[in-house]
């Protein structure tokens, strides 16, 4: 019997092989991507908070959700951001008047907002001037803080204040906070 010399064979590398290597390279930069997109999605996975026996959870990209009478409604931010803004307590009236001082105008956001969210409440928002000399328009009734219905007056200012006098409430905002904080109040959230 004859023993033959084991001669191992030379074993090719599994890289070697273009196609194989290829196939490698592809898989690593899905697997790549896959645990990325899995990453963000627990990162920015909705985070919810409870105020007022109302829930609000983020959407992802920033924004607040909170179901609100069948209706999903969007903030920029969730009331307990808005805990640090005080103001007078105050309730709406049927009719309230708006007194826009410049540079407010209907059109803007805030105001379309504002507007929107006291119709959907049954508030019936009209637009009126503080005094003649102020009023731009003849067919805008007159009023003051003394009338039996509340008077909201926007006004462009370096704080964020809501500030009550008589029946108006003074809101003095440089930023969409205070406006948040109006419409949580409008609503009967806080």
């Known amino acids: 019997m004859k023993i033959k010399k084991y001669i191992p064979k030379e074993k090719k590398s599994i890289l070697k092989n273009k196609k194989t290597y290829t196939y490698l390279i592809g898989l690593g930069i899905i697997l790549l ?4 997109a899995l990453t963000d999605y627990a990162d920015n996975e909705n985070e919810e908070i409870e105020y007022n026996n109302y829930l609000f959870f983020t959407d992802g990209s920033g924004s607040w959700l909170t179901n609100y009478e069948g209706q999903q409604l ?4 969730n009331p307990k951001e808005l805990e640090d803004i005080q103001f007078d307590q105050f309730s709406f009236t049927p ?3 708006l007194i826009l001082n410049d540079p407010y105008n209907l059109n ?4 379309k907002r504002i507007t929107s969210l006291m119709r959907f409440k049954g508030i019936n928002p009209q637009l009126a001037c503080k005094s003649e000399t102020e009023c731009d328009n003849n067919e805008l009734p007159i009023i003051n803080c003394n009338d039996d219905t ?3 007056e926007f006004k ?5 204040t809501l500030t ?3 029946n108006c409430i003074i809101v003095n905002h440089n930023n969409n906070r205070i406006i948040e904080k109006l419409s949580f109040k409008i609503l009967g959230i806080i």
Do not use: A, D, G, W
């Not at 991507?33 to 990325?36: A, D, F, G, R, T």
């Not at 969007?74 to 931010?77: A, I, L, N, V």
């Open 164 to 166: 009550k006098e008589n």
């Open 95 to 97: 009719r309230t008047y």
């Open 108 to 111: 803007q956001f805030e105001i």
């Open 33 to 36: 991507m896959i645990s990325s």
């Open 74 to 77: 969007q903030f920029q931010y």
């Open 150 to 152: 509340l008077v909201l």
């Open 156 to 160: 462009s200012s370096e704080n964020n």
